[in-house]
Every structure is written in C-alpha cells, then in structure tokens.
C-alpha cells in the first residue's frame, strides 16, 4: 500500500528537442508536470513516508496528449532521466502509460508491433536496474546526466547511467 500519483511533464506542443535538453532533463521532469510531482512528493515525505508507506508513479509519459513523438529515439532520453529522477526522489514504482501506441502515440510498442526506444529503455532498466539508487554526478559538463543504481542480479555491482545530451 502507498501513495499513487500520475505524471505528465511535457506537453504536445513541446518539441522533441525538448527531450535532450539537459537543463530541463535534469529539472523539468519533477517541477514541470501538470500533476505537480514536486509537491505530492513533499507531501509523501512529511505525511506518509514516516509511517511505511511507499511512493508509486503509477501512470507516465512524456506528455499527457496525443504526441507521436513519444515514439522517437530522443524520448529515450526523456524516459531514462525520468527513472533517474523518480528514483532519486523515493519513487519505488515507476509505472508507464501505456505498452502500445494508440490514437495518444505514447506506448513502447507502435500499432504495427515495432518497439519504440523507450522500449528497449524499459528492457535494460528492469534487466539491469535494482535498489537502492545512488548519489552520483558530473563536475563539469552539465550536458551530461549520469544517474547509479545497485545492480539487480549481481550484489555489489553498479549500474551507471549516462545521458549526453550534447
């Protein structure tokens, strides 16, 4: 049992460019939405995460309206700096909307059953990816993301991520 929410962060006007933009990437994806990720996360802090109760993104995207742009190579950028993200902040479920593209164009799969990136994002994060997220950072290059997470299946291990949004 947790606190659910959803999250939207960018809109169908919004450029695919957007998605590898390193300033927004870092930020934009938690004080952006329309749904206020910011703020439901606060609230869990003070509220609930004292008493157990975990935080769940149950439904995501990169946009909450139709946007076949979700479907390109750069919205893996927007896909991965959102686990980062989520995942820093306490996040331990992070839900996506939805398997197969539709009349919104947001799945990891297209009407013709090709994946998109964020599917194979979707693949190795869960293949990869365990808990807990670590601290990590760039010193010098802020167009470089890089998030650590204890490996899944090998203890000790560490998985890095990195985003070159040059």
Known sequence: CGFSYHS??????????????STWLRTGILYTDWSHSSECIASWRHTLQPSGKK?????????????ASTATFASGFWYLA?????????????????????????????????????FFVAVLHKRLVGSPVLAAATEDDDNVLVYAHCARARRGGVVLVFLNCH
């Open 82 to 118: 959102s686990l980062g993200q989520y995942a820093l902040a306490g996040v331990t479920m992070h839900g996506r909307w939805c398997l197969q593209t539709g009349s919104f164009g947001a799945g990891l799969i297209t009407p013709n059953t090709q994946p998109t990136a964020d």
């Open 55 to 67: 935080l769940l993104l149950t439904e995501t995207s990169f946009t909450y309206t139709a946007n």
């Open 8 to 21: 939207y962060p960018g809109s169908a006007d919004q450029q695919p460019q957007l998605r590898v933009n």
